[in-house]
């Protein structure tokens, strides 16, 4: 008799916790719980995000009804931790999200739902006091005036497969200056390649001994733990163009014309003076495509886009240093880090 209703006080404790919750924060703010936003998810070709732009306050849940009216797509927030949603035809998941800087946040779809599928993004505008969203500080091609748009295929390059560990070996022997972090970030393994073949003191050295040291160079500016967070985001983010290999054979871009720097003049558009439009994506295994490039200029492609091209825009999706383990990750298709050490 007592027991049973003990338990029946518990089930009413609990009704009511869980009934009273939900209106406590309409309670301590003193005004109204935003209305639930809904969100149809839709294939670019047939309107994208709809609302694309969401407006939400410091502080005040903001939530999201988000359906799919198409195929299956993904809500994702760019520079955040936060686990994607799938979003499934039909059916509606909910989710509260609440921001605790003003400032200008990408949602974005992360399931592959078509070629276009990059172009589904939306913003969400979050106003109200408070130390504002951080802006991206200046990318450092902007900082060393790199011309992105220019061709930069390397003239030099190994005539054999590089190895990181043969090269390990030279560490002792290479002036500071190359294994410096800047130099890293600015210089291509070309450029590096061709000071070190001009120090006298590396004159012993082989042509594809530097190689070595340049390619150990390369992997002592990153981590195994860097290069498989790359590897995880271009699989999901680039394959579906660069080709799981980094051929430039990605489904996506099948039966394309190649994009071919040398048939274009630099400049802000190089692609549709030729009235090419969509091209695929160069090849990154090819050493005369990736040697030549410094990883501050692959960072502003990344950054950036190639406007005119099918190349997307990361800027607002990747944290820096997303960025900077994608950049790492892909120079491995050229010289195989991955296989070595
Ligand atoms: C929708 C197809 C598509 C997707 C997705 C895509 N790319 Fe590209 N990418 C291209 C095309 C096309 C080019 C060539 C155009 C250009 O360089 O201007 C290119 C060029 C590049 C270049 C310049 C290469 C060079 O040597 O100049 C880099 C670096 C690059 N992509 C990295 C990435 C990364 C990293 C991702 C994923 C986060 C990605 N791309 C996703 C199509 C794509
Ligand atoms: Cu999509």
Redesign the pocket.
């Known amino acids: 008799m007592k027991k049973e209703y003990l338990a029946r006080s518990l089930v009413i404790l609990f009704i009511l916790v869980a009934v009273t919750i939900p209106f406590a924060g309409q309670w301590l703010s003193g005004r109204n719980q935003p209305a639930a936003i809904e969100l149809h998810a839709r294939m670019p070709e047939n309107g994208g995000w709809s609302p694309d732009t969401i407006q939400a306050e410091v502080s005040q849940p903001i939530h999201l009804h988000i359906t799919s009216d198409d195929v299956v797509h993904g809500f994702a927030i760019g520079k955040s931790d936060q686990p994607a949603l799938e979003i499934i035809p039909g059916e509606f998941i909910e989710t509260t999200l609440i921001f605790d800087k003003p400032g200008k946040y990408t949602f974005y779809c992360n399931r592959w739902c078509g070629?276009n599928?990059?172009r589904m993004r939306g913003t969400i505008e979050v106003s109200g006091t408070g130390t504002p969203l951080a802006l991206d500080p200046q990318p450092l091609f902007l900082k060393l005036g790199i011309d992105i748009?220019a061709p930069?295929p390397a003239k030099t390059i190994p005539s054999k497969t590089t190895s990181a560990e043969r090269g390990a070996q030279f560490a002792g022997l290479l002036p500071a200056y190359a294994k410096n972090r800047d130099t890293y970030l600015s210089t291509s393994p070309e450029n590096l390649w061709l000071r070190l073949r001009a120090e006298a003191t590396l004159s012993n050295l082989s042509d594809n001994d530097l190689w070595d040291a340049v390619t150990w160079i390369w992997l002592q500016q990153t981590t195994m733990d860097a290069l498989a967070n790359g590897q995880k985001?271009?699989a999901n983010?680039?394959a579906?163009?660069?080709g799981e290999t980094g051929k430039g054979d990605?489904v996506?871009?099948r039966g394309l014309p190649v994009?071919n720097?040398g048939l274009h003049s630099s400049g802000d558009s190089?692609?549709l003076s030729t009235g090419e439009g969509?091209?695929?994506?160069?090849d990154?295994t090819d050493p005369k495509?990736?040697l030549g490039?410094s990883p501050a200029?692959?960072e502003g492609?990344?950054i950036r886009?190639?406007?005119g091209?099918?190349?997307?825009y990361?800027g607002p999706i990747?944290t820096a240093k997303q960025i900077e383990d994608?950049?790492s990750y892909?120079y491995t298709f050229v010289w195989g880090f991955s296989n070595q050490e």
Not at 278 to 282: E, G, L, Q
Not at 309 to 312: A, E, L, Q
């Open positions: 070629p599928h990059w748009d930069q985001l271009f983010n680039c579906a163009c660069h990605g996506m871009v994009w720097p190089p692609h969509f091209v695929s994506p160069p990154f495509n990736m490039a200029l692959l492609k990344i886009g190639g406007m091209t099918g190349m997307p990361w990747f994608i950049v892909i």
